[in-house]
């Protein structure tokens, strides 16, 4: 045991003793990203998720009770078209401050102008039934008769709670099933075209805005579509072109 | 050069440490103790839970389990943890309600206990409001109508004076004046043991048995978003705790007597919320509900299936409320049930490590 210690020890000096290559070029800074959450202008978090009562782009007056998603696969990409990719996927709970920030293991990148991708959900590379132990401890898996892997999104709610006959909606996006033992893959690639200048360390505001998800280019009639939904191709076809524009780049922190 | 140098460091440093690690010939050093994982355990989800400051040791699970089981903890030598936690119930109460030793009843269903260590909010009792195994421990002794304990200073006193307990904390924790710390400490150490990993479905996933149809639809009943849609809530097979152990109003009530988690909290949107419990062992541990309020599991299949009732914090994933639910047929409900009950784990309560000596 020792001897391991002592091994791993040295391993780290001899991390921290090498010459970086870069040392003489141009600086590197470390990027973390910072998720806030909005339904249009108004700042949805823990404290008022669950009593925000907001109007759909259809007109439905709806409540939240709960907004957990999936994004993985970060890619800063500079004016060369250079790609830097970040290890590792984001998983949200809205009800969770503690969840919103994402600072990715490895992420030195040169200081430039970037542009940001991201993949909503996991790409079917990613989306490997069961193989994700934080992610199966949130219980957050996609049956499998329904192509399996995992949620991309779970949005549970109430919707018409301004009559007496409110019901509740589950918009959950995952992998589409087109028949029995057929899917389609349904994640979507977020690019946002938004340049975003990195001159020191800097902290990355992406914000989500929840009214898009029922808004652009499908405006979604709860009363049609409510639950359930995950099995139901077309409404996973709609997610997935309502996601494009939830995502924008907000603030940048130095 | 460098690596030479430090590595010479480094060995001075270790050789250093080493000799100040030695122990005292007369300190008793209690022997780590390897939690028995299942193998599906390992490779879906994360590690459990242990305190640093209250590492498994095999001196201190076996002082929790005696204390578990011995009455010395209540307050006229009538009760233990283990009255109320049957270990063939999986360790519930098969009364709807737990008699303490007054006579009186506590107010809601005793809750299993297993696979705990996997609780990772750590949060306990139906509504979550004692954070840690430890804390939990510590109010049983003292509920009227639990162990009926006015303060902890004279189960203390009595633990101080026995004649084997003392020495068996010393061995545990190397300490000689016995505290309600060290107490709940030590049944923590024994709750974290209690692990159930070996039911029928298990050994499926395993590979070594297979479903019937009619426990094969049920599974498919369970997972079906458009019949049981059970597995928001309880798990799925890559989730084998068979909970999420997060707080729901699952429809039970059009207005509450029982706030919940909104007692908790102080929050109205928390109110008629309780933890999700785990399905494993159903055959063991009815009746069901926080307040035990169904004798059957045809009852609680029953109440999500057309008897639900809407209410302002009804969780929206209990669909089609105002239909009383999601209506399953005859044959789902059967077979649903047949489900569920591959879910039970004879060899945990039959497990003799968990049983008193």
Redesign the interface.
């Known amino acids: 045991m020792?001897r391991t210690?002592?091994l791993l020890?040295?391993a780290s000096?001899?991390f921290a003793?090498h010459e970086d290559p870069d040392d003489n070029t141009t600086p590197l800074a470390s990027i973390a990203f910072n998720f806030t959450h909005h339904w249009d202008d108004t700042l949805i978090n823990s404290t008022n998720l669950?009593?925000e009562i907001v109007t759909n782009e259809n007109g439905e007056v709806i409540s939240m009770?709960?907004i957990r998603y999936l994004v993985s696969r970060f890619q800063l990409i500079n004016t060369s078209g250079d790609v830097y990719t970040f290890d590792g996927y984001k998983f949200t709970d809205v009800s969770d401050e503690t969840t919103y920030n994402f600072t990715p293991e490895i992420n030195n990148i040169p200081t430039g102008t970037y542009t940001l991708r991201f993949i909503w959900g996991f790409n079917e590379a990613d989306n490997m039934?069961?193989a994700y132990?934080?992610l199966?401890?949130e219980?957050w898996?996609w049956?499998?008769?329904l192509g399996g892997g995992y949620h991309f999104l779970?949005f549970?709610?109430?919707y018409n709670v301004d009559t007496t006959?409110?019901?509740?909606?589950?918009y959950?996006n995952g992998t589409a099933r087109v028949s029995d033992g057929v899917f389609e893959q349904n994640f979507a690639v977020i690019n946002l075209d938004t340049p975003i200048l990195i001159s020191s360390d800097a902290s990355i505001e992406v914000k989500m805005n929840i009214a898009e998800f029922f808004k652009n280019p499908n405006t979604w009639d709860l009363n049609v579509l409510d639950?359930?939904?995950?099995?139901n191709y077309d409404a996973q076809k709609m997610m997935q072109e309502n996601v494009m524009s939830v995502f924008t780049i907000g603030e940048i922190s130095f | 050069m460098r690596y030479w140098i430090a590595l010479c460091s480094i060995v001075l440093v270790v050789l250093s440490c080493s000799k100040s690690d030695e122990t005292p010939a007369s300190a008793y050093v209690p022997i780590p103790y390897q939690l028995d994982i299942p193998t599906l355990f390992q490779e879906k989800l994360i590690d459990p839970i242990i305190p640093i400051n209250n590492p498994l040791t095999v001196e201190g699970v076996a002082l929790g389990k005696r204390l578990f089981f011995d009455r010395i903890l209540s307050i006229d030598n009538t009760k233990a943890c283990a009255s109320c936690h049957l270990p063939q119930q999986a360790f519930s109460d098969p009364n709807q309600l737990s008699v303490g030793v007054s006579g009186g009843l506590g107010s809601r269903n005793s809750m299993p206990l297993f696979n705990l260590a996997w609780n990772f909010d750590d949060k306990y009792f139906w509504d979550g409001h004692a954070l840690g195994l430890e804390q939990q421990a510590l109010e049983p002794v003292i509920d009227p109508n639990e162990l009926g304990h006015s303060d902890w200073s004279s189960v203390e006193q009595k633990l101080n004076n026995h004649p084997e307990y003392p020495t068996l904390f010393n061995q545990a924790f190397g300490v000689s004046t016995i505290t309600k710390e060290l107490v709940t400490k030590a049944i923590a150490q024994f709750e974290r043991t209690l692990i159930s990993g070996n039911s029928k479905f298990d050994k499926f996933l395993n590979g070594e048995v297979t479903l019937t149809p009619q426990e094969q639809n049920g599974f498919d009943v369970f997972m079906d978003e458009t019949r049981g849609d059970c597995f928001h809530c309880h798990g799925n097979p890559n989730n084998p705790l068979w909970t999420d152990n997060q707080f729901h109003n699952n429809g039970l009530d059009a207005s509450f007597t029982d706030l919940g988690l909104g007692e908790v909290t102080g929050n109205p949107n928390d109110n008629g919320k309780f933890r999700s419990p785990s399905l494993r062992n159903l055959a063991y541990t009815a009746p069901y509900m926080h307040d035990g309020r169904f004798a059957t599991l045809d009852e609680v299949i029953e109440q999500y299936s057309t008897g639900l009732k809407a209410s302002s914090t009804i969780d929206p994933l209990m669909k089609k409320v105002d239909q009383g639910g999601v209506n399953l047929s005859d044959q789902d409900k059967a077979d649903l049930k047949a489900f569920l009950l591959t879910l039970s784990d004879p060899s945990f309560i039959n497990n003799p490590a968990f049983l008193p000596q």
């Open positions: 020792k210690i002592l020890i040295l000096l001899s003793c669950q009593t009770s709960r039934d069961g132990q934080d199966n401890t219980n898996s049956p499998a008769n779970q549970d709610g109430m006959a409110s019901s509740p909606f589950n959950h639950t359930p939904l995950m099995p």
